[in-house]
């Protein structure tokens, strides 16, 4: 059997996977709710303060998982999971402390972006050590679905925080209690049993007598694809969330005039279609695809670029049928990416360069969200219409498209 010699207790290893993951997402978009309250309190206006908590983060989080890929790969990822959930505990208990002005509030948000891009840069190293090739993709799977359920329980929990205790730095502080959880599981996990012989021995040579492997790997067109990939995913989800929610509630012609109702609710099923597509992602690719990656990442930009970019039509955004099908189907596509992404690290690469690997496909995803984040904003400024950021979507996911032709499994490592 291909699972010979992986114990069960790789799906202990999978739940704090997990969990690890979704704190540190947690942690990441828990000022969202109460920038209001965090403005009044420090001084400065709603954009600023945005761009503090919530735009800073970003920037840190790509620096900090390029450096912490190295930091991955030496000391492995489970005391990286240690080391960083005290930085979020810290970080969190001095909101109270700091958190009243601009400068303490700044150096809190940076202490948990320092602290994420590492975690974030172990997720395809803990798939190769723990799980066999053909369950990787669904471990993947199944850890990328607990990132957008760890935001929804962020954005909701600080606010009922805020509710029963009137303080927003209080609120923030409570979040310590999630910190401890994953602090607790990385603990268990840094003391437990070590990943199977086998794919520890493959670690071992990969750190001690391969330091050219990261160069190799950098030399292959099918790393930069992937690359590539991250970041036109990240640009396409990125431009859909900040623009299209608000074009889908303006009247026409500008918008399709849904109106925040419809509007939050055809989001929210397209919310609920990038989580159920993690769960199923990596069964899609054994069970039906049969482990052909790169032909899904093909499916997966296609039906967006060609989807998403038929909403700017009165012939489909009258229609609320057809619009939740091209809406839907499109989320269906690009949900696949990400996972998928990672998969392709996991089943191709040696383990000892996987922390450097996953540290610069987070890097590459962030210049994604900065990028179209940018350009989808400055079209509207521009020309106060948002048909250039629809082209810019369908454009995102073909250029997506046409970099998957690259993906092809390595055979330099095999």
Known sequence: MEDAGYPKYRWFILVSLCIVQATAVMAL??????IGEISRTIGVDLGMTTQITMVAVQA???????????????????RVWTGCSFIFIAATLLVPVLGDTLWGMLLIRSMQGVAAGPIMSTIPLVAAQWFPL????IVIGLQGATVPLGAIISLNFVPL???KTGSWQAALAWMAIFFIVSLTLSLIVSLGPKPPEKESALTR??????????????RLPATWAAFLCGLWFSWDVRIFNDVITNYLVVDPPVGAGLGPAGAGGMMSGVNAVFILTAVVSGFILEKIFRGR?????LLGFILPSVLWFSIKFP???????????CMWTGAFGIALISPLITTFFAKNYPEGIMGKLGGLMIVFNQVGIFIGMAVGSLSISI??????????????AFMGFLSAFLLKEPKVFS
């Open 29 to 34: 978009v828990s000022p969202a709710t109460i």
């Open 60 to 78: 840190i989080i790509g620096i900090s998982a390029f450096f912490g890929g190295g930091v991955v790969d030496h000391f492995g990822p489970y």
């Open 134 to 137: 053909k369950e990787r993709g």
């Open 161 to 163: 925080v805020f509710r």
């Open 205 to 218: 040579e990969s750190r001690g007598e391969n330091k050219g492997e990261i160069i190799r790997a950098l």
């Open 293 to 297: 990656l790169r032909a899904l990442v």
């Open 315 to 325: 012939s489909v955004h009258s229609s609320i049928i057809t619009l939740s099908a």
């Open 383 to 396: 020309t106060g219409r948002y048909d250039i950021a629809i082209y810019l979507v369908g454009v995102g």
